[in-house]
């Protein structure tokens, strides 16, 4: 470990209540054997005194996000292959029970739109090589313009060449897809079908209507909401995301009963959630968690327990 994070090791465990209180709570994460519950990326500016405490610096806040969640969809690899050493530092920093997903970079998916992308490939998963031991899913994030009658050749050929040693899920955008030939593609070769939520904010009150087979033994949904909500039409942002804005009832219920639905059928269930889906995905994964059956205790709680057992400790000694 270097010593910039060894230093930022000492200042999340000595400046951090969470850090030295966290105990409190005995987080059921760790003891549901097959659901993960986490956030679509953790670096998020908005997040600084809200999620993250507003002194711990940003190299420090995956650290701190293990804390809290199982789990998490790593989005910077959408952009490009990792860099060995940040890699590294991400399983040095997470504790041995925590998963990550990543993202297949969009070089593969969008720009050479999964044709001749071999050395594409093997470059990504000989970048991410050191998180194998932690490496759950590859998520393969397909654009709204991929569609059958342009992509469908170069669909198959790029399933026959994927490693069997990597799970993979795969994100389809355009409708087209929605056909019983492609889902028996994937039965084939073990990929999951993402069950994705990009419903209107104006539709937020109504459950989600979606096609969604069950292609493997593991359900994998991202609750991605309605990014209209980012931008204006002049490309600046519309809100801070650092508390719940709407909220998403019927959606989440709507999810929870089909997870449970489908429960004793797979292995594992893996949910993310984005900032977009409710304005602050940090407690859409905790209301999702509790539909589910288990509490999902955000820092700012486990806070605000250890003061009130702080209290009571010294009321008794007034």
Known sequence: MTGDASQDRHRLTSTSSFARDYDLFAL???????????????????WR?????????????LEFYARVFGAVEVDSTFHGAPKEEAVRRWVELTPASFR?????????????????CADQLNGFLNA????????????????????PKDGKTALRNFLKQLPRDFRFAIEFRHPGWHRPQFISQLEKFRIAWVWSDM?????????????????TDFIYLRLLGDYATKYN????????????????????ESWSMKIQRHLDEVRNVWAFASNHFEGFAPETCQRLARRLGFELALPSEVEQASAESQRSQLDLFA
């Open 28 to 46: 059921n994460l760790n003891d549901q054997q097959k659901i993960r519950i986490g956030t679509c990326a953790w670096s998020y500016d908005d």
């Open 49 to 61: 005194g809200t999620f993250y405490p507003a002194d711990l610096p940003p190299s420090s806040w």
């Open 100 to 116: 990550f997903v990543c993202k297949l970079p969009r070089e593969i998916t969008h720009e050479c739109k999964l044709h001749d």
């Open 128 to 147: 991410i090589e050191p998180l194998t031991a932690k490496l759950q899913v590859i998520l393969i994030q397909l654009p709204p313009s991929f569609t």
């Open 199 to 215: 419903s209107p904010l104006n539709e937020r009150n109504l459950a989600p209507f979606e096609f969604l087979p069950l292609s």
């Open 233 to 252: 039409r002049d490309g600046l942002f519309v809100h801070r995301y650092e508390k719940l804005l709407w909220k998403r009832e019927a959606a989440l």
